[in-house]
């Protein structure tokens, strides 16, 4: 694959282990908080207190938060129109997927949303780990691994969040974080299920990077710095039966995703929806 303009310059990192199969972590979760992801398990917790710490982490992030994160990622934002065009969509609630490529990056969608506050879906560990608090407090939903009735109510809680509080709902479609990956791995079929459960549009989001110079490389050891390309609204399409309409959903999000990401048609090396891919070594 031969490298874009520098607006698509590609890092190609060799020193992250990439799992083998696409939707794998490989970050290790050093702490566990003994959480159980069941139905007694607040998704979201509407107490007093916890809405409290909300609005104090909601202060932090306008005032240092998102000043870190841009300096951190180097962080341009490109599509801001869409943003503004679809104001009105956009409070009536929907769904944005996109690649996860660093730690700070759900940073940069809680900057393009505000005043929105939007909630992601997350990795159950990470809310059992050592940045469980952190994570809480700026959206994040555990998904229940391993447990029916936490599942159940996971879904429910969620569904409520789209349809009822008309809310923003962020799903990183890939399934798990590659740091600095260029390809769009193949996407899960959970945001476009949930889209197409509630009647949402899916708001396309894709990370890419360019080039940075030598400051940024001593100071974050890192050779790139990041751009968000927002995009147009991908809608479902109702009128084809739910599993078709959440497979048509699923294929054009990812293929929006591609684009924003600067691949021609068909020139993006994985499969848009997963199926236990492998991961792929084009380097």
């Known amino acids: 694959m031969k490298n874009k303009p520098q607006e698509y310059f590609d890092p190609k990192p060799t020193k992250y282990p990439f799992p083998e199969q696409t939707d ?14 069941d139905e007694k398990y607040p998704y979201i917790d509407r107490s007093k207190r916890f809405r409290f710490q909300d609005k104090f982490v909601r202060f932090l992030l306008y005032f240092v938060g998102f000043l870190i994160a841009k300096i951190a990622l180097g962080l341009k934002v490109k599509g801001k129109k869409y943003i503004k065009e679809h104001k009105k969509e ?14 700070f990056d759900y940073m940069a969608i809680l900057y393009i949303a505000k005043p929105i506050k939007p909630r992601t ?23 229940p691994e391993d447990n029916l009735k936490g599942g159940l109510c996971y879904y429910k809680v ?3 969040f ?16 590659w740091e600095y990956y260029r390809p769009i ?14 009647n949402k549009p899916i708001l396309p989001i894709a990370f890419t990077y360019r080039k940075c110079g030598w400051l940024r490389r001593f100071l974050f050891k890192t050779n790139a710095s990041v751009t968000l390309n927002i995009g ?9 039966d739910e599993k078709e309409a959440i497979k048509d959903l699923t294929i054009r999000a990812h293929d929006e995703v591609c ?8 020139e993006n090396i994985y499969n848009p929806i997963f199926n236990n891919d492998k991961k792929i070594n084009y380097y």
């Open 121 to 143: 879906l997350v990795w159950a560990k990470n809310i059992k780990g050592e940045n469980s608090w952190f994570i809480r407090h700026v959206g994040g939903i555990p998904i």
């Open 232 to 240: 147009e609204l991908v809608y479902p399409n109702l009128e084809l």
């Open 162 to 177: 789209l349809a009822k509080e008309n809310g923003w709902l962020h799903i990183y479609a890939e399934g798990s974080m």
């Open 259 to 266: 684009k924003l990401a600067g691949f021609k048609p068909g």
């Open 158 to 160: 969620v569904n409520e």
């Open 90 to 103: 956009l409070k009536k609630g929907v769904v944005s997927v996109s690649n996860h490529i660093n730690l």
């Open 185 to 198: 791995r193949p996407f899960k079929r959970g945001a476009a299920f949930f889209a197409v459960k509630n």
């Open 24 to 37: 794998q972590h490989y970050l290790k979760v050093k702490k566990d908080n003994g959480l159980v992801f």
